[in-house]
């Protein structure tokens, strides 16, 4: 994976917020010197406001990069998102990025890329797609969710998707979809998998293209407090190059990592 080599923490002005559904936002903030430096799979931490509660940051996939502006896509589940969501446009924040590895477009030999999302982890697609289409890649979005209203593929191209309830597309996960879809991929020439979502999407999607001998590069969740390998929150359990367990810090080493080591 590429790593992120420096990073900054800056003040940066909420230039707006977009509800994109009932729990969902993109937020824009001007901070150039992240925009600058921002690569696909990069995240920052967020100090959603200036009082001592919440006292954590919150991490945020880089959903988009536009000159000296960022998108942060945003999902209402606790106090810290809920307040960031409903901040008012020119208000300031803290934000420390770009932070973590990115998914790598170049060590391998591919002609499509293959971005499987599940839910809320769509968040980092959009910048990863510009990216692998300025790089002269293919991409097919393969997004899942619970149902439609989960389904957050707002500027995403080539989508198909997939829900469990069958509300919209394919009537199943995202894995089960690209299953379905695989062997025409495979006709659009060599293939490599990129994707986000929750970690048992992500760990079944491992098993999956182990199996079936793709390259795909998965970016983790995890709690994580201080995004710079101090707090020890986001430690995740991986399979080492010989095949022993081992743990790594998701902000430091990841959170992009290759899926065969997360097929524990």
Request: aromatic content about 4%.
């Amino acid at each position: 994976m590429s790593k992120t080599n420096s990073y900054a923490d800056i003040r940066a002005t909420v230039v707006l917020v977009v509800p994109v559904s009932h729990d969902v936002s993109i937020i824009t903030l001007e901070c150039p010197a992240i925009a600058s430096t921002a690569k696909p799979g990069n995240f920052v931490n967020i100090k959603v406001n200036d009082a001592t509660q919440p006292l954590l940051r919150r991490p945020f996939s880089i959903h988009n990069v536009r000159g000296a502006l960022i998108d942060i896509m945003v999902k209402s589940i606790g106090r810290g998102t809920t307040l960031f969501c409903k901040t008012p446009s020119g208000s300031e924040v803290m934000v420390l990025g770009p932070l973590g590895n990115s998914f790598d477009l170049t060590s391998e030999a591919f002609q499509t890329a293959v971005l499987v999302s599940g839910g809320i982890g769509t968040a980092p697609m959009l910048f990863l797609q510009k990216t692998a289409l300025a790089f002269g890649k293919k991409v097919i979005n393969l997004a899942g969710g619970r149902t439609k209203d989960e389904l957050l593929t707002q500027n995403l191209t080539n989508c198909r998707c997939a829900t469990d309830d069958g509300s919209a597309g394919f009537k199943g996960n995202v894995v089960e979809l690209l299953h379905k879809e695989l062997p025409e991929l495979k006709k659009k020439g060599t293939i490599k998998v990129f994707a986000c979502g929750p970690n048992p999407m992500l760990k079944s999607l491992a098993q999956f293209c182990q199996k079936n001998q793709l390259v795909c590069d998965l970016s983790l969740e995890s709690v994580m407090g201080c995004g710079i390998g101090i707090c020890y929150g986001c430690s995740v359990d991986i399979k080492t190059p010989n095949c022993n367990s081992g743990t790594i810090l998701l902000c430091k080493e990841g959170p992009v990592i290759n899926s065969e080591l997360f097929t524990l």
